[in-house]
């Protein structure tokens, strides 16, 4: 793994937030791939094609997160053109709501830096057994 790719690819985490809570709807293209799938289907969302289809979306959507916080950033495959990243989504609601979720995405090498060309999200689920 080259580094500045690391670096590069948490940088695009970070963005993701600031770009969506800005409601800086302009600048999806500096996150995705034109041609990008987003798939929060787990939770009940269409799936989305494209830039066009996120923006609809997001445009028509009335219980929007005030923020999106991303942690826990995880590359676990990386190659000259493509990365597969794991990270901790915590999105904040009006009235103190907060959701816990998890991305699961494929990146592309653009000439433009890594994109997100693959969106997979799905609100947590506890799978630790109570004690007992």
């Not at 028509?60 to 053109?81: C, K």
């Not at 816990?100 to 689920?125: C, E, K, N, P, Q």
Request: no cysteine.
């Amino acid at each position: 793994m080259d580094p500045s790719d690391v670096i590069a690819i948490q940088q695009l985490y970070a963005l993701y937030g600031h770009v969506f809570d800005d409601g800086q709807l302009d600048r999806l293209g500096e996150l995705f791939t034109d041609d990008v799938v987003f798939d929060a289907t787990a939770d009940g969302v269409p799936l989305m094609h494209g830039i066009g289809a996120i923006v609809a979306a997001a445009q028509g959507y009335d219980r929007h997160p005030l923020a999106h916080h991303l942690t826990n950033v995880l590359l676990t495959a990386i190659d000259r053109d493509t990365a597969t990243v794991r990270a901790k989504v915590l999105q904040t609601f009006d009235g103190g709501v907060a959701f816990s979720g998890v991305y699961d995405d494929t990146l592309t090498r653009t000439a433009g830096g890594w994109r997100i060309s693959g969106h997979a999200y799905r609100s947590a689920r506890p799978t630790v057994a109570a004690a007992g």
